[in-house]
């Protein structure tokens, strides 16, 4: 890519260390962890607020013991809800089968991403090595022998920034790996499944239900959390 011009850059301590684009569970929580290790690190979101999707998470226990270290435990176990066990349900028969979630895969927290990124995103904005950035979206970057520039545009105005490194989590579609060269045939969640969001009572349709329920029939398989 080429700039129209390329600005002077002070000492490598004034800059970010690391950029990252994608201001969602694995950008937020990436940047608090480089945060925390004294590490500068920016986080790029393309828009106005960081992604507010729905899609529920299941957090397993060794996720939560790392972002435990961010502080922001209390605040996921009051967004979330503690899961003990899935429930397995065939449609035709009603078969029940409940497997309870044990060992070190074990799932403790269920929680709306919408939610998650929210408490992630309040973290990086409050820790004095992260620096949040809305409404920036990801034009380009090239590398020089020494770092790597990256180009954002807010709508409006042009911004290059300079940083050791460019991390990308910024889905399937990712404009870090395609300027980079690198092929992945991949697809998001929200690319092959349906998600809906309903205030029906699902106890009128299945008896004893659980917080994840996996329903499936000879058509398909659904999942009601």
Excluded: W
Aim: some cysteine.
């Amino acid at each position: 890519m080429n700039y129209i011009s390329t600005p002077e850059f002070g000492a490598f301590d004034d800059r970010s260390q690391v950029i990252i684009t994608g201001a969602n569970p694995v950008g937020l929580s990436l940047a608090l962890f480089l945060a925390q290790h004294e590490i500068a690190v920016t986080v790029l979101a393309a828009g106005s607020q960081v992604a507010d999707d729905i899609y529920p998470i299941a957090l397993h226990s060794s996720t939560l013991d790392l972002l435990a270290r961010s502080g922001v435990s209390s605040a996921l176990s009051e967004a979330g809800d503690e899961i003990e066990q899935v429930c397995f349900r065939t449609l035709a028969t009603q078969d029940i089968e409940r497997v309870p979630l044990s060992g070190e895969r074990k799932t403790q927290i269920l929680i709306d991403e919408q939610k998650l990124n929210a408490i992630l995103s309040d973290a990086v904005a409050a820790h004095s090595k992260a620096h949040l950035v809305l409404g920036e979206t990801l034009q380009g970057f090239r590398r020089t022998d020494d770092l790597v520039e990256v180009l954002s545009f807010d709508g409006t105005d042009e911004t290059l920034r300079p940083a050791k490194y460019l991390i990308g989590t910024d889905g399937s579609s990712s404009t870090v790996r395609r300027g980079s060269g690198i092929l992945l045939d991949s697809f998001s969640a929200q690319e092959r499944q349906i998600m809906l969001v309903t205030d029906h009572d699902f106890t009128q349709d299945f008896e004893d239900l659980e917080a994840i329920n996996i329903v499936s029939s000879e058509t398909g398989i659904a999942a009601l959390i």
